[in-house]
């Protein structure tokens, strides 16, 4: 039999329905390619030049509210906008529909110097109360809400100033259109939702689990493609963010911080990562086949420097990753759940 | 009425199954993010430290032929091995499966400076003609045959020596294998082959052809995600590389070359890229829904130094992209087809 801490194999990715090769042997393989900028994360809390800091200009001309805590704001550059007019153009191949929508900034403090993993448990519980209000607000007008961050330059994320995105759209993008059919496809047959079970059979066998709490649990998933992908999942039925209580608010709070300063504490640098929520569909239905769910698709790979590329055969054939998703978990879970800034001072 | 050239819209991908976010009227937002290296392509003919130049020793202790066209060797650090052990595991939601393979390197020529833009379309015939080779042999042993070469440091190239790669794999996988079924089903229906009807279709509108002969075209597609994406098809009938005629394979190298020319001239740049060809499997069926196309997935945006980040949004939702696939390919078609180091000189 095959050795999956050994042999090339493949993994099924129930959530898209597809395949992640893993080459475990090809771990050692020396990187003389492209090496990342160091962290460029800030010490200032205030930097004059940042259009998200308190107080300041953007570049459409407004200006910040001096805010305290967590500031929303519409993009000045919104990819989606809300009065597209409406429509569908559709000739032999070529096939299009118009899109309406609205994208938010969130700004998660007024401190510049700060990323999620500095932030007290209470400063999160603030996050995570914005995105439970967008999600309230728009709920109600888009069938789709994609709340996500992304964070360090290698990621595109142009200010290091801790903020995250909220984009709002008409359709159900294709992504989340995959995964709520292979959630349903699931749930039709067994009558309980693929996530808590997974979120169970990880637990019990322990071999992924980077962090847990009464609530919540983060793992590498099984079928991990990035090197250090995690998947954070709920320990009870919930379908998104603002379905939570308030202790299961201040409980992912203390999840989020943990996972966070264990990126951090990986590579000692302030660790890159698009990361985002996937939850129900608001299409007026019940979906109890929908758990909703973080991931963290983080691009680093063997230090602050080298990246994992997903270039020509993840282009073209499959995701492809080396290090195995046990030997990710494991080496996350035994960072410290102090931050090394922290710890140096 | 939406306007294709203003208003968000969704644009299908027939070949994915899924669609692609445009918002054409964000190609404005000033950018404030990461820039990549300048370009690094080499001078040197010949670099004594560069493990793919002729003669050189690489890192297995293995000694380079004096090669004076292309040349194959088996990778050293192969994703995919021969002799994996057979067999499946399954239990819960964890699937996975053993997988065999083989992946080669290609030198495209000895000259260590020199990309496919500048070789001439003689060097080009005999890249295709070692491509062919290798089909010949892996598609009586592999179902899948994956040709591609990744260009640039941004691309995760750690070698600008021309080269590319091809990976054989025991299972098809999961992009082609989406590719494949939407093949299928347009088949099925239409009794013609989808990539044929879509190339004369974009003949026939003339919107978006990059360059053409008068074997193949080159379209930046209706559905383009990467900005200057481009689509290399034939306009005759063939599954794959192996089955073109010798005729056929010199007006490739031809097409081949102005395309890789358009794109330096571009940025004035070695244009870095994943590309790729899909064909059909090799499974022991006829494939008539299957046509030979060549994807070019090209990460730069607005210069050498300014790519497309495919992160949070399109990595939870689904692509999005600012200038529309018709403003990429009217700027590439005004591309002289003389290189710019040539023009200079
Ligand atoms: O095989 P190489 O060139 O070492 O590696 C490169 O191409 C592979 C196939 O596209 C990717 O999986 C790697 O992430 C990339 O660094
Ligand atoms: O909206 P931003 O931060 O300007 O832009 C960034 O995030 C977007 C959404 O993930 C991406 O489409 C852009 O490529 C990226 O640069």
Redesign the pocket.
């Known amino acids: 039999m095959f050795e999956l801490s050994n042999d090339p194999h493949r993994r099924y990715n129930p959530l898209l329905g597809e395949w992640v090769l893993v080459s475990p042997h090809r771990a050692k393989r020396p990187w003389q390619g492209q090496n990342e900028a160091e962290d460029t994360s800030s010490n200032q809390p205030y930097d004059e030049t940042c259009y998200l800091c308190p107080g300041n200009m953007r570049i459409n001309g407004e200006q910040n509210e001096e805010y305290h805590t967590t500031y929303v704001f519409a993009?000045d550059?919104a990819?989606l906008k809300p009065n597209t007019p409406f429509g569908e153009q559709h000739d032999g191949l070529f096939t299009s529909q118009s899109v309406q929508g609205e994208?938010h900034v969130i700004c998660f403090s007024p401190d510049h110097s700060k990323s999620m993993a500095q932030l007290s448990e209470n400063e999160i519980v603030a996050v995570i109360n914005t995105w439970q209000d967008l999600l309230e607000k728009l709920s109600v007008k888009y069938p789709w809400v994609q709340i996500?961050e992304?964070k360090g330059a290698v990621m595109?994320?142009?200010n290091p100033h801790p903020h995250g995105?909220v984009?709002a759209q008409s359709q159900v993008p294709s992504l989340a259109l995959r995964t709520g059919k292979q959630l349903l496809q699931y749930y039709a047959k067994e009558q309980r939702a693929l996530l808590l079970d997974y979120a169970e059979q990880e637990l019990a066998r322990d071999e992924r689990v980077v962090c847990t709490n009464k609530d919540w649990v983060v793992v590498v998933p099984y079928w991990a493609a990035w090197p250090f992908e995690t998947l954070l999942l709920p320990r009870f039925p919930v379908q998104h963010l603002h379905n939570l209580t308030v202790q299961q608010s201040n409980s992912l709070a203390a999840i989020l911080s943990q996972i966070t300063i264990k990126y951090d504490n990986l590579f000692n640098t302030s660790f890159p990562y698009?990361m985002g929520w996937h939850g129900q569909v608001f299409d007026g239905e019940e979906h109890p086949e929908w758990t909703l769910h973080g991931h963290f698709y983080p691009p680093l790979l063997r230090s602050a420097t080298v990246k994992k590329f997903m270039v020509g055969y993840e282009m073209l054939g499959e995701p492809q990753r080396d290090i195995t998703p046990e030997q990710a978990a494991a080496l996350l879970k035994n960072q410290s759940s102090t931050h090394y800034r922290m710890a140096r001072e």
């Open positions: 993009n550059f990819a994208s996500f992304n595109g994320c142009s995105q984009w698009s």
